[in-house]
């Protein structure tokens, strides 16, 4: 299987429906290497906004104006956003002064930007890389620890059940020519190297994947809940968030689950491998969360410190000690600041 590059999500802020769609035709027909798709704001990767609807706010905050009249504005504190940002041609703040600026008037200007953009999330692109090699040898790496070089260097240090560390700028064709070499002690990671949890890193991957990832046996049996991801909790969308409270409150089969959410066929796949994928949720009954047995046990389960691709979907593992009651929640993500 080739290692794959992912897909990257775009969120527009204060454009019109008109624009949008604009926007999305360019998308489809960008000549990069890298495809971007329309997404939320809330969970995109990078942002285009609409500089002409800018005001600023003091000197760290701006406000973008709604787009159309059924949307709201938005709020950006610019020392918290933690992602590629492109403001369109002209700026109606003057002394604003953004790092990307783009002409919405040009596939070229626009192009260009998402080229940009390429170069910024190249960290996330080489923890994608190594994510789809990992999913790919899953069963032969096991929860081992191991050091990947290219022709002698070094560019990852990968333990199966903890911390993972990856050159930034690894690409496709370097994970296909690595090395693997299976160690005995754990490698330090080196300080230029991106670091990452296993559970983290699936995620990334599971989320961005072009490929129905989801095991087949998914779409024929029971599912349940297994335990909530540990991951941030930003990092969920309300479709992972819904299903895991559905799967919380009694074990439901694909069908069912369809049903309950609405989520159509292809959507529910996508949303439910990631959660496979870092152990959330399980076709297996014996792998389920005490959920089923007792209301003190499922408050309490708490599994592995760091949740990873599962070895075999039968495999049963022991439980632990219950921890601590504590009250799951599933309380969806916050909504960007708006007026």
């Known amino acids: 299987m080739t290692i794959e590059l992912p897909v990257f999500l775009l969120g527009f802020g204060g454009f019109s429906l008109g624009q949008q769609r604009l926007f999305?035709?360019?998308?489809?027909?960008?000549?990069?290497?890298?495809?971007?798709?329309?997404?939320?704001?809330?969970?995109?990767?990078?942002?285009?906004?609409?500089?002409?609807?800018?005001?600023?706010?003091?000197?760290?905050?701006?406000?973008?104006?709604?787009?159309?009249?059924?949307?709201?504005?938005?709020?950006?504190?610019?020392?918290?956003?933690?992602?590629?940002?492109?403001?369109?041609?002209?700026?109606?703040?003057?002394?604003?002064?953004?790092?990307?600026?783009?002409?919405?008037?040009?596939?070229?200007?626009?192009?260009?930007?998402?080229?940009?953009?390429?170069?910024?999330?190249?960290?996330?692109?080489?923890?994608?890389?190594?994510?789809?090699?990992?999913?790919?040898?899953?069963?032969?790496?096991?929860?081992?620890?191991?050091?990947?070089?290219v022709n002698g260097s070094l560019i990852a240090v990968v333990d199966m059940k903890g911390e993972i560390g990856v050159l930034p700028n690894v690409g496709p064709a370097d994970l296909e020519q690595s090395f693997w070499r299976r160690r005995a002690d754990r490698l330090p990671i080196p300080q230029q190297f991106v670091r990452t949890s296993l559970s983290h890193l699936i995620w990334q991957y599971a989320v961005r994947t072009q490929r129905d990832i989801l095991p087949r046996h998914y779409r024929t049996g029971l599912l349940y809940f297994r335990r909530p991801p540990r991951l941030p909790q930003r990092m969920l969308k309300d479709s992972h968030l819904l299903l895991l409270r559905e799967l919380a409150l009694q074990p439901l089969s694909f069908d069912a689950l369809m049903q309950r959410t609405g989520i159509g066929d292809a959507a529910l796949s996508r949303a439910l491998a990631p959660l496979y994928f870092v152990g959330a949720v399980t076709a297996n009954p014996k792998r389920a969360s005490v959920n089923h047995r007792s209301a003190r046990d499922r408050a309490g389960w708490a599994g592995e410190p760091h949740s990873g691709p599962p070895s075999d979907p039968h495999s049963v593992l022991p439980l632990p000690a219950p921890r601590r009651v504590r009250m799951l929640d599933f309380t969806a993500p916050a909504a960007l600041a708006g007026d």
Not at 102 to 113: H, I, K, L, Q, R
Request: include cysteine.
């Open 24 to 149: 999305s035709d360019v998308l489809q027909s960008a000549s990069g290497p890298t495809q971007w798709v329309v997404s939320e704001m809330a969970g995109a990767d990078a942002w285009w906004v609409n500089g002409a609807r800018l005001q600023m706010i003091g000197g760290r905050t701006v406000r973008v104006g709604a787009g159309s009249p059924t949307e709201r504005s938005l709020q950006l504190y610019l020392p918290d956003i933690d992602r590629p940002v492109a403001f369109s041609q002209p700026i109606s703040c003057p002394e604003f002064q953004p790092a990307f600026t783009f002409d919405p008037e040009s596939n070229g200007s626009m192009n260009t930007v998402l080229e940009k953009f390429d170069a910024s999330l190249s960290a996330l692109t080489a923890q994608f890389c190594l994510a789809s090699h990992i999913v790919e040898h899953q069963t032969a790496l096991g929860t081992g620890l191991f050091d990947v070089s």
